[in-house]
């Protein structure tokens, strides 16, 4: 049976049709921008950025992360990491310690010519990731205020007795205290004793007796001469 020319051209034109979709499907198939999220989340206190690749076909991508602060400060975020996707899902992450509300740029190249950016900036959630707190060390207990010794510490110093006190303290006068009298002070001065006036009369009579001597002495001069 012959086959007309008519038939002919509509079997061609099928099959290009046919080829040139199955060309725009494994296209679509091969690796889309689409296909790639990310977002920024916590490990623990550390910081994570992670992008996830769900590629049916698995075609191998390079996956870029880039710091953008008013894209004045751009830094790369680590290496860049490959990775084949899955219908499921694959996901990588990036260790980054992410302050609230940063952005960031996430840039990806596939073997089938992919080389395009994610649609959106990612930006940070507006917390940062928590601190975790020390846990305190066990410590002995401290010792009560009851338990602790209540007398005071002994001093390397013996304290001295009441007696050691009053011997060694010096003597303190007071203005109140009577002063010595004149006599007894010109005593003191002189070595006088209690025989000062015994002496004194004793004296006074040898005097007497003397002047007494030499007034009868002169006397009987007189008379002899005038006789």
């Known amino acids: 049976m012959s086959i007309s020319?008519?038939?002919?051209?509509?079997?061609?034109?099928?099959?290009?049709?046919?080829?040139?979709?199955l060309g725009f499907a494994g296209n679509a198939l091969a690796c889309n921008i689409s296909e790639f999220s990310?977002?920024?989340?916590?490990?623990?206190?550390?910081?994570?950025?992670?992008?996830?690749?769900?590629?049916?076909?698995?075609?191998?991508?390079?996956v870029t992360v880039f710091l953008e602060n008013n894209n004045a400060d751009v830094r790369q975020v680590g290496k860049a990491q490959t990775v084949k996707g899955s219908r499921e899902g694959v996901t990588?992450?990036?260790?980054?310690?992410?302050?609230?509300?940063?952005?960031?740029?996430?840039?990806?190249?596939?073997t089938n010519g992919l080389d395009k950016d994610l649609g959106e900036l990612l930006t940070t959630p507006s917390k940062a990731c928590a601190t975790e707190s020390p846990t305190p060390t066990p410590t002995e207990a401290s010792p009560t205020p009851s338990e602790t010794a209540s007398t005071p510490a002994e001093s390397d110093t013996p304290t001295p007795s009441a007696s050691e006190s009053s011997s060694t303290a010096p003597?303190?006068?007071?203005?109140?205290?009577?002063?010595?009298?004149?006599?007894?002070?010109?005593?003191?001065?002189?070595g006088a004793n209690s025989n000062t006036g015994m002496i004194a009369g004793i004296a006074g009579a040898f005097v007497v007796a003397g002047g007494g001597a030499v007034y009868y002495g002169m006397r009987r001069r007189g008379a002899t001469n005038g006789r």
């Open 5 to 21: 020319r008519r038939s002919v051209r509509i079997l061609g034109v099928a099959s290009a049709s046919a080829a040139l979709a």
């Open 38 to 62: 990310a977002e920024a989340t916590c490990d623990g206190a550390n910081g994570v950025i992670k992008v996830t690749d769900k590629d049916a076909s698995g075609t191998e991508a390079t």
């Open 92 to 110: 990588i992450s990036f260790a980054e310690a992410w302050q609230p509300d940063a952005k960031y740029r996430v840039h990806v190249t596939a």
């Open 171 to 190: 003597a303190t006068t007071t203005d109140n205290a009577p002063s010595p009298a004149a006599g007894s002070s010109n005593l003191a001065e002189t």
